[in-house]
């Protein structure tokens, strides 16, 4: 007499997959998500590390040099017309973007960690997101608050940086 069960079989549900996210803060109030098949890493660096470059939009930090390879550095939340985050940091969370052959260094206010959401749980962007369109993909909601799913590659090729991409296309 055999006295082993047999587990049902698991029902696939379909349809449904999960994602990895990057969970960040942009400033005090403004949490949003990237997938994290564009996130490289995670770095703190000071200030004092970056090098400023004149004629370029307030949003453009400067550069960095990491790992032998010249990054530009970018304030997310400038870029996206969020108000800057009530303190100045000494030092910078930089969270390393790659899409395509684009590497963009984004500064944010700090780094929550990885979250995983069903890409079911993705709703449309609402009103209180209209003005990051078109950088929102939509917005997930984590207990009581609302989660801003970013498109990496609308950051990426953002207009707002439309000088660093001439002088990235004058180096090829």
């Known amino acids: 007499m055999d006295n082993s069960q047999i587990a049902p079989p698991i029902e696939p549900e379909e349809n449904k997959t999960v994602d990895s996210y ?5 400033n005090d109030e403004t949490r949003a998500l990237l997938l994290m ?22 949003c453009v930090l400067g550069l960095l040099n990491r790992r032998s390879r010249v990054l530009w550095v970018v304030n997310l939340a400038q870029l996206l017309h969020l108000p800057a985050p009530d303190s100045i940091a000494q030092q910078y969370q930089i969270v390393i973007m790659q899409v395509e052959q684009v590497k963009l260094g984004l500064v944010v206010q700090s780094v929550k960690g990885v979250t995983h959401f069903s890409s079911k749980s993705n709703q449309e962007p609402t009103e209180l997101l209209s003005y990051l369109a078109p950088y929102a993909n939509g917005c997930m909601t984590q207990g009581d608050e609302n989660l801003i799913v970013l498109e990496a590659k609308e950051i990426a090729y953002s207009p707002n940086l439309k000088p660093i991409s ?6 090829i």
């Open 37 to 58: 098949k564009y996130a490289q890493e995670i770095i703190v660096v000071p200030q004092s590390r970056l090098t400023p470059m004149p004629n370029m939009p307030e």
């Open 22 to 26: 990057l969970s960040f803060y942009l």
């Open 166 to 171: 001439c002088l990235e296309q004058a180096r």
